[in-house]
């Protein structure tokens, strides 16, 4: 017994329960009980993740183009008809809102908060403004008489406008939340986060839409 009891004594403490839990089985450089310090998603996920949605959107449009093209060369009942004059200051408005995006996004960059956000309330409203001009240009189609149903011209007409209306009105609710979400200070890498992604969006929207115009326009 007692040889026993002197080899007992010997013996190595077993790995992991020695000295206050200094060997973990986690290996976490941090120790303690809370584990690794958590990190946020990084940007270029949702930067990808946008894109993702874009090809998305326009292959939509590719095929609400393709339809266009091939519905238009297919018969004789095509009537053209000439669009509101409105959709010219549209666009400029929606040029515009491209240009002071990418204003608002340079003053971001450089920590001019109070500018960036004077000039991302100002994107809002030409964001805005194009809309209630879309409205205005389709109640001009009303009052001369033209509607969805009217022709194949005008049929397509609505369809174009109205479904990149509905897209740009999600790109609006994104301005409109990160303008207000920017002010907490405390989630400023995700305010850049959020300031990419919507400039991206809102970009490729203005350029859908001059494409849609001229294609309306020349058709």
């Given at each position: 017994?007692?040889?026993?009891?002197?080899?007992?004594?010997?013996?190595?403490?077993?790995?992991?329960?020695?000295?206050?839990?200094?060997?973990?089985?986690?290996g976490?450089?941090?120790?303690?009980?809370?584990?690794?310090?958590?990190?946020?998603?990084?940007q270029?996920?949702?930067?990808?993740?946008?894109?993702?949605?874009?090809?998305?959107?326009?292959?939509?449009?590719?095929?609400?183009?393709?339809?266009?093209?091939?519905?238009?060369?297919?018969?004789?009942?095509?009537?053209?008809?000439?669009?509101?004059?409105?959709?010219?200051?549209?666009?400029?408005?929606?040029?515009?809102?491209?240009?002071?995006?990418?204003?608002?996004?340079?003053?971001?960059?450089?920590?001019?908060?109070?500018?960036?956000?004077?000039w991302?309330?100002?994107?809002?409203?030409?964001g805005l403004?194009?809309?209630?001009?879309?409205?205005?240009a389709?109640?001009?189609?009303?009052?001369?008489?033209?509607?969805?149903?009217?022709n194949?011209?005008?049929?397509?007409?609505?369809l174009?406008?109205?479904?990149h209306?509905?897209?740009?009105?999600?790109?609006?609710?994104?301005?409109?939340y990160?303008?207000?979400?920017?002010?907490?200070?405390?989630?400023?890498v995700?305010?850049?986060?959020?300031?990419?992604?919507?400039?991206?969006?809102?970009?490729?929207?203005?350029?859908?839409?001059?494409?849609?115009?001229?294609?309306?326009?020349?058709?």
């Amino acid at each position: 017994m007692t040889g026993k009891t002197a080899i007992e004594e010997l013996e190595p403490p077993q790995l992991g329960r020695a000295g206050g839990g200094s060997a973990t089985g986690s290996g976490s450089p941090e120790g303690g009980d809370g584990g690794p310090v958590p990190r946020g998603t990084p940007q270029g996920t949702y930067v990808t993740g946008i894109w993702l949605a874009l090809a998305s959107i326009l292959m939509f449009f590719t095929a609400l183009v393709s339809s266009f093209v091939v519905r238009k060369g297919l018969s004789n009942d095509w009537v053209a008809f000439p669009l509101p004059g409105i959709l010219w200051a549209n666009t400029a408005v929606l040029v515009a809102s491209s240009a002071t995006l990418e204003r608002a996004r340079r003053l971001l960059a450089r920590q001019a908060l109070n500018d960036f956000r004077g000039w991302w309330g100002v994107t809002t409203a030409l964001g805005l403004l194009f809309l209630v001009g879309q409205l205005v240009a389709w109640r001009e189609l009303r009052a001369a008489e033209i509607y969805l149903s009217t022709n194949p011209s005008s049929s397509f007409f609505y369809l174009l406008t109205g479904t990149h209306g509905l897209h740009l009105l999600g790109g609006v609710l994104a301005l409109l939340y990160v303008g207000v979400r920017e002010r907490q200070e405390s989630l400023r890498v995700s305010r850049e986060t959020a300031v990419t992604a919507t400039s991206i969006y809102w970009h490729f929207l203005g350029g859908l839409w001059i494409v849609l115009f001229l294609l309306l326009y020349l058709g």
